[in-house]
């Protein structure tokens, strides 16, 4: 165990709908990542927040996905109008910055399943 | 553009031999690399990092990696294999900008048999 915890573990929704998975990470960690990993693939970096600040997106991120982090904490990333392609495990990471704290720290991810 | 190549789809190894899972980079300026092990519907564990120093490092679970700066590799070793290391293994290497995000090779599966 990472000391990050995402949730729910397993979300399946239906094609069309709306979900929204949590990361709350280390409490000391200002960075926090998202990233999607699709089957036989390695994760794909989404988005990037320092602190409350989203700070990087990919192109990844269409316009239905949405993350935020407020108050720099814990962070919900949303997807709307769910499709069969955005089926993955999504991944949160999590990093505190300075000088040799390079290390990213992941959770159990969320996989999700749109049928 | 930073990429991490992992060329082997899967590796097999009987329990006690020595096992490499095979990892080379493309970076501008200094690599940061990184060794993480995935096990079935689980998140990514940290194994070790190169950041700078010696080439040879050396992490969780008996694990170590060697850093070679001329080959553009970082492989992943350990003496002595355990069928419990058996997992899904991802090379990655840290981005130069701002956020520090991780680039990841497709992964290696590591099979240890009896």
């Known amino acids: 165990d990472t000391g990050v915890s995402q949730d729910p573990r397993h979300k399946i929704t239906k094609r069309g709908q709306n979900v929204t998975f949590r990361c709350d990470p280390i409490?000391?960690?200002?960075?926090l990542y998202w990233y999607r990993q699709t089957l036989g693939q390695g994760p794909e970096f989404l988005t990037y927040?320092?602190?409350?600040?989203?700070?990087?997106k990919s192109r990844l991120l269409s316009d239905r996905f949405s993350a935020e982090r407020p108050k720099g904490s814990f962070s919900t990333l949303e997807i709307q109008r769910t499709e069969q392609g955005d089926s993955a495990m999504y991944l949160c990471?999590?990093?505190?910055?300075?000088?040799?704290?390079?290390?990213?720290?992941f959770g159990p991810g969320t996989r999700l399943t749109v049928l | 553009a930073q990429s991490v190549a992992q060329p082997e789809d899967q590796v097999n190894v009987a329990e006690g031999n020595p096992l490499t899972v095979k990892c080379t980079y493309s970076?501008?300026?200094?690599?940061?690399l990184f060794w993480y092990v995935q096990y079935p519907n689980r998140g990514l564990q940290f194994l070790l990092k190169?950041?700078?120093?010696?080439?040879l490092v050396k992490g969780s679970y008996g694990f170590e990696a060697e850093f070679n700066k001329s080959q553009t590799s970082f492989h992943l070793k350990k003496p002595s294999a355990l069928v419990s290391d058996s997992a899904l293994y991802f090379c990655?290497?840290?981005?130069?900008?701002?956020?520090?995000?991780?680039?990841f090779g497709t992964g290696t599966r590591l099979q240890v048999t009896l």
């Open positions: 990655a290497v840290r981005d130069t900008g701002t956020a520090s995000k991780l680039t």
């Open positions: 190169y950041i700078t120093g010696d080439n």
């Open positions: 990471a999590t990093q505190t910055s300075g000088l040799f704290t390079d290390t990213q720290y």
């Open positions: 970076v501008s300026g200094n690599p940061y």
């Open positions: 927040f320092q602190n409350e600040a989203q700070l990087e």
């Open positions: 409490s000391e960690h200002n960075r």
